[in-house]
């Protein structure tokens, strides 16, 4: 993973290069959408070095959430990035500039070879791993981008027809943008601790009376998540007086855990009025 983040990031810095000295803003878009790669490659990498790092008194959950405030403010600038294009864009459609469809080809060229090996890197590795699986999705959208490029290039150099590479960076600035948002969006639901996605409390509730009969009421549920991966949740169960309390919260705990992937649990069993005086919501 890391081999591959480096690639990227050296390939990021030669199209940066490639795009000035050619005044390809194709190649400039294309430097921008591997930005987008390399900073998703850098939070799966970061995960993965955090996530082994414990907690302390300051930190009780650790430096897990670190990756989603990371990702968030990665996605503003990404939306930064693609205005920047679309207006540069713009103005070169109103204003054909020269560009050196030799020097874009060379570059082009070398960026798609660059993301071929990425691709062959990450085929070896663990093909199960989602954060394997995602990267090898963003460098095959480096490679497309890439083969976009030497086509603009090979058009310019055949035609002279300048106008392809703004349209082309149109379309890559499009394709930021929607890696953007989806970035924007699922790191603010996580950082505003939204209900993790494919979670709902009413089903959760209902599964958790139906595997555990002695719970009578289930109150007071919160779910929400640490990172993409990491679902957490609280909640209170009301048994009857007498019973076995610790079969209860193991039983409780093995559903939530095999049927909703929330890992980590904190479940208050009770008998009587909720300790906290508020009103109880009995499940239907």
């Known amino acids: 993973m890391l081999l591959v983040l480096l690639l990227t990031a050296g390939l990021m810095v030669v199209e940066v290069v490639g795009g000035v000295l050619s005044g390809s803003l194709a190649l400039l878009a294309d430097a921008g959408h591997m930005l987008t790669d390399a900073a998703a490659l850098a939070l799966a990498w970061l995960a993965f070095r955090l996530g082994r790092r414990p907690s302390d008194r300051r930190r009780s959950f650790g430096y897990h959430r670190l990756q989603v405030l990371a990702a968030f403010v990665n996605g503003l600038s990404l939306f930064l990035l693609s205005a920047w294009i679309l207006w540069e864009a713009a103005q070169r459609l109103m204003e054909p500039q020269p560009v050196l469809g030799g020097t874009m080809m060379a570059v082009a060229v070398l960026g798609g070879l660059g993301n071929l090996a990425g691709l062959y890197i990450l085929h070896r590795g663990d093909r199960k791993n989602l954060n394997v699986r995602g990267a090898a999705l963003h460098v095959l959208g480096d490679l497309l981008g890439s083969v976009a490029a030497v086509v603009a290039a090979g058009i310019i150099l055949a ?126």
């Open 159 to 284: 035609t002279g027809w300048t106008p392809i590479d703004p349209i082309l960076s149109v379309l890559v600035a499009l394709l930021i943008l929607r890696g953007a948002w989806e970035v924007v969006r699922q790191s603010a639901h996580i950082l505003v601790e939204g209900t993790p996605v494919g979670i709902d409390v009413d089903e959760l509730r209902s599964a958790l009376h139906e595997a555990v009969p002695a719970v009578t009421d289930i109150h007071h549920v919160h779910v929400w998540s640490l990172t993409a991966e990491r679902p957490l949740l609280t909640m209170h169960a009301v048994v009857p007086p007498g019973t076995d309390r610790d079969a209860v919260l193991r039983d409780l705990v093995e559903t939530l855990r095999g049927r909703f992937g929330i890992g980590h649990a904190t479940v208050q069993v009770e008998t009587g009025p909720c300790p906290d005086g508020r009103e109880m919501h009995h499940a239907a």
